[in-house]
Protein backbone atom coordinates (compact mmCIF):
# COMPACT_ATOMS: atom_id res chain seq x y z
CA UNK A 1 0.00 0.00 0.00
CA UNK A 2 1.81 3.24 -0.61
CA UNK A 3 2.49 5.97 1.64
CA UNK A 4 -0.36 8.24 2.77
CA UNK A 5 0.11 12.02 0.69
CA UNK A 6 0.25 14.44 3.18
CA UNK A 7 0.41 18.70 2.33
CA UNK A 8 0.61 20.72 5.15
CA UNK A 9 -0.82 24.76 5.12
CA UNK A 10 0.22 26.62 8.32
CA UNK A 11 -0.36 30.11 9.33
CA UNK A 12 -2.11 32.35 11.88
CA UNK A 13 -6.05 32.44 11.97
CA UNK A 14 -7.88 34.41 8.67
CA UNK A 15 -5.20 34.01 6.36
CA UNK A 16 -7.69 31.58 4.24
CA UNK A 17 -6.37 28.29 5.17
CA UNK A 18 -9.68 26.66 5.65
CA UNK A 19 -10.76 28.32 2.58
CA UNK A 20 -7.79 26.88 0.69
CA UNK A 21 -7.38 23.38 2.15
CA UNK A 22 -10.65 22.60 1.72
CA UNK A 23 -10.41 23.76 -1.95
CA UNK A 24 -7.15 21.97 -2.20
CA UNK A 25 -8.26 18.56 -0.75
CA UNK A 26 -11.40 19.01 -3.42
CA UNK A 27 -8.96 19.21 -5.93
CA UNK A 28 -6.76 16.06 -4.94
CA UNK A 29 -9.55 14.21 -3.85
CA UNK A 30 -8.30 13.60 -0.56
CA UNK A 31 -9.02 14.20 3.12
CA UNK A 32 -8.95 17.58 4.97
CA UNK A 33 -7.82 17.74 8.31
CA UNK A 34 -8.13 20.96 10.37
CA UNK A 35 -6.16 20.82 13.53
CA UNK A 36 -7.28 24.06 14.55
CA UNK A 37 -10.96 22.36 15.08
CA UNK A 38 -9.45 19.55 17.16
CA UNK A 39 -7.57 22.41 19.35
CA UNK A 40 -10.56 24.09 19.61
CA UNK A 41 -12.76 21.32 20.32
CA UNK A 42 -10.61 19.81 22.81
CA UNK A 43 -10.73 23.18 24.38
CA UNK A 44 -15.20 23.39 24.49
CA UNK A 45 -14.22 19.62 25.82
CA UNK A 46 -12.52 20.36 28.73
CA UNK A 47 -13.68 23.90 29.74
CA UNK A 48 -12.96 27.02 30.55
CA UNK A 49 -9.89 27.59 33.12
CA UNK A 50 -8.68 23.71 32.15
CA UNK A 51 -5.08 25.61 30.78
CA UNK A 52 -4.46 25.84 34.67
CA UNK A 53 -5.34 22.80 35.95
CA UNK A 54 -2.61 19.86 37.42
CA UNK A 55 -0.86 18.48 34.51
CA UNK A 56 -1.98 15.05 35.54
CA UNK A 57 -5.53 16.13 35.82
CA UNK A 58 -5.04 17.40 32.26
CA UNK A 59 -3.75 13.94 30.96
CA UNK A 60 -6.85 12.24 32.32
CA UNK A 61 -9.06 14.19 30.70
CA UNK A 62 -7.42 14.27 27.04
CA UNK A 63 -6.99 10.31 27.85
CA UNK A 64 -10.38 10.42 27.12
CA UNK A 65 -11.11 12.16 24.20
CA UNK A 66 -10.84 10.40 20.68
CA UNK A 67 -10.52 12.32 17.22
CA UNK A 68 -11.84 10.17 14.09
CA UNK A 69 -11.85 12.04 10.38
CA UNK A 70 -13.71 10.93 7.64
CA UNK A 71 -15.06 12.22 4.39
CA UNK A 72 -13.11 14.18 1.51
CA UNK A 73 -12.20 17.71 0.62
CA UNK A 74 -15.21 20.57 1.94
CA UNK A 75 -17.45 16.98 2.95
CA UNK A 76 -14.40 16.14 5.60
CA UNK A 77 -15.84 15.79 9.09
CA UNK A 78 -14.05 15.94 12.42
CA UNK A 79 -15.21 13.98 14.98
CA UNK A 80 -14.65 14.48 18.98
CA UNK A 81 -15.98 11.87 20.98
CA UNK A 82 -18.27 10.34 17.44
CA UNK A 83 -19.91 14.16 17.51
CA UNK A 84 -19.41 16.50 14.37
CA UNK A 85 -17.40 19.55 15.53
CA UNK A 86 -19.69 22.34 14.32
CA UNK A 87 -20.38 26.31 14.79
CA UNK A 88 -19.67 25.82 18.17
CA UNK A 89 -16.20 25.71 18.37
CA UNK A 90 -15.81 28.65 15.95
CA UNK A 91 -16.46 31.67 18.71
CA UNK A 92 -13.51 34.33 19.59
CA UNK A 93 -13.91 33.06 23.44
CA UNK A 94 -13.58 29.50 21.99
CA UNK A 95 -10.91 30.27 20.02
CA UNK A 96 -8.65 32.32 23.12
CA UNK A 97 -9.58 29.25 24.96
CA UNK A 98 -7.72 27.39 22.39
CA UNK A 99 -5.01 29.40 21.90
CA UNK A 100 -4.40 29.13 25.71
CA UNK A 101 -4.19 25.61 25.88
CA UNK A 102 -2.40 25.69 22.55
CA UNK A 103 0.51 26.56 25.10
CA UNK A 104 0.49 23.42 27.09
CA UNK A 105 3.04 20.90 26.14
CA UNK A 106 0.67 17.40 27.35
CA UNK A 107 -2.25 19.34 24.78
CA UNK A 108 0.11 19.76 22.71
CA UNK A 109 1.81 15.93 22.61
CA UNK A 110 -1.53 14.76 22.67
CA UNK A 111 -2.85 16.38 19.50
CA UNK A 112 0.69 15.66 17.33
CA UNK A 113 0.07 11.76 18.13
CA UNK A 114 -3.33 11.93 17.36
CA UNK A 115 -2.75 13.74 13.83
CA UNK A 116 -0.45 11.64 13.19
CA UNK A 117 -2.85 8.72 13.75
CA UNK A 118 -5.13 9.98 11.03
CA UNK A 119 -2.09 10.67 8.88
CA UNK A 120 -0.32 6.94 8.96
CA UNK A 121 -3.52 6.01 7.45
CA UNK A 122 -5.35 9.22 5.22
CA UNK A 123 -3.65 11.17 2.73
CA UNK A 124 -4.44 14.80 3.79
CA UNK A 125 -4.10 18.31 3.49
CA UNK A 126 -3.60 19.09 7.12
CA UNK A 127 -4.03 22.74 8.01
CA UNK A 128 -2.87 24.50 11.54
CA UNK A 129 -0.08 26.39 12.90
CA UNK A 130 2.65 23.56 13.21
CA UNK A 131 2.23 20.81 10.62
CA UNK A 132 5.14 21.42 8.48
CA UNK A 133 7.58 21.68 11.26
CA UNK A 134 6.92 19.62 13.84
CA UNK A 135 3.51 17.51 12.98
CA UNK A 136 4.31 16.52 9.34
CA UNK A 137 7.69 17.75 8.65
CA UNK A 138 7.85 14.81 5.80
CA UNK A 139 5.07 16.71 4.00
CA UNK A 140 5.86 17.86 0.26
CA UNK A 141 5.06 20.98 0.02
CA UNK A 142 4.59 22.82 2.68
CA UNK A 143 2.49 26.06 2.28
CA UNK A 144 2.60 29.41 5.04
CA UNK A 145 0.34 31.81 4.73
CA UNK A 146 0.00 35.10 6.19
CA UNK A 147 -1.44 38.45 5.95
CA UNK A 148 -1.64 41.67 8.35
CA UNK A 149 -3.67 41.47 11.47
CA UNK A 150 -6.04 44.40 9.97
CA UNK A 151 -6.67 42.07 7.01
CA UNK A 152 -7.25 39.33 8.54
CA UNK A 153 -10.16 40.96 11.28
CA UNK A 154 -11.99 42.40 8.83
CA UNK A 155 -12.15 38.57 6.91
CA UNK A 156 -13.11 37.54 10.25
CA UNK A 157 -15.55 40.13 10.50
CA UNK A 158 -17.56 39.61 7.62
CA UNK A 159 -17.51 35.95 8.49
CA UNK A 160 -18.95 36.84 11.57
CA UNK A 161 -22.01 39.20 10.04
CA UNK A 162 -22.99 36.82 7.32
CA UNK A 163 -23.06 34.02 10.06
CA UNK A 164 -25.19 36.59 11.93
CA UNK A 165 -23.23 36.69 15.03
CA UNK A 166 -22.00 39.64 16.94
CA UNK A 167 -19.24 41.40 15.48
CA UNK A 168 -17.08 44.00 17.00
CA UNK A 169 -13.71 45.14 14.56
CA UNK A 170 -11.47 46.49 17.03
CA UNK A 171 -12.11 43.88 19.41
CA UNK A 172 -11.46 40.97 16.65
CA UNK A 173 -8.18 42.95 15.99
CA UNK A 174 -7.02 43.08 19.38
CA UNK A 175 -7.93 39.38 19.94
CA UNK A 176 -6.29 38.73 16.75
CA UNK A 177 -3.23 40.58 17.87
CA UNK A 178 -2.94 38.61 21.04
CA UNK A 179 -3.35 35.20 19.94
CA UNK A 180 -0.57 36.21 17.02
CA UNK A 181 1.99 37.17 20.39
CA UNK A 182 1.01 34.20 22.02
CA UNK A 183 1.10 31.34 19.26
CA UNK A 184 4.93 32.85 17.40
CA UNK A 185 6.50 33.06 21.00
CA UNK A 186 5.55 30.22 22.92
CA UNK A 187 8.30 27.81 24.05
CA UNK A 188 6.32 24.59 22.71
CA UNK A 189 6.05 24.67 18.69
CA UNK A 190 5.92 28.24 17.74
CA UNK A 191 4.24 29.85 15.00
CA UNK A 192 6.47 29.78 12.20
CA UNK A 193 7.11 28.42 8.67
CA UNK A 194 9.15 25.25 7.97
CA UNK A 195 12.58 25.62 6.75
CA UNK A 196 11.09 24.54 3.20
CA UNK A 197 7.70 25.83 3.10
CA UNK A 198 6.43 28.11 0.12
CA UNK A 199 5.21 31.13 2.11
CA UNK A 200 2.48 33.51 0.57
CA UNK A 201 1.32 36.33 1.58
CA UNK A 202 -2.16 36.55 1.51
CA UNK A 203 -2.98 40.25 2.33
CA UNK A 204 -3.41 41.09 -1.41
CA UNK A 205 -4.23 38.31 -3.48
CA UNK A 206 -7.61 36.52 -4.36
CA UNK A 207 -7.91 33.26 -3.12
CA UNK A 208 -8.16 32.21 -6.71
CA UNK A 209 -4.61 33.56 -6.82
CA UNK A 210 -3.38 32.37 -4.17
CA UNK A 211 -4.56 28.78 -4.77
CA UNK A 212 -2.69 29.09 -8.09
CA UNK A 213 0.01 29.45 -7.10
CA UNK A 214 -0.46 26.75 -4.59
CA UNK A 215 -1.01 24.46 -7.75
CA UNK A 216 2.10 25.93 -9.46
CA UNK A 217 3.78 24.64 -6.52
CA UNK A 218 2.41 20.98 -6.44
CA UNK A 219 4.14 20.72 -10.41
Same mark, same amino acid.
Given at each position: ? *?????????? *???? +? /????? /???? !???? #???? !????????????? +????????????? !??????????? =??????? #???? &???? =????????? +? $????? #??????????? /??????? &????????????????????? /? *?????????????????????? $????????????? #????????????????? *???????? !?????????????????? =?
Amino acid at each position: M *PEPRIITIDG *PAGV +G /KSTLA /KRLA !DHLG #IAYL !DTGAMFRGTALAL +GEGSWTWPESRLA !DALASLAFTLS =GAGADSR #IRLG &GVAL =GDEIRTEQV +G $MWASN #IATLPVVRAFQ /KEAQQAI &GRTTSLVAEGRDMGTVVFPQA /K *PKFFLDATPEVRAARRFLQLQI $MRKPADLNEIIES #IRARDHQDRTRAEAPLK *PAPDARII !DTSHLTVDEVFDAMLEAL =G
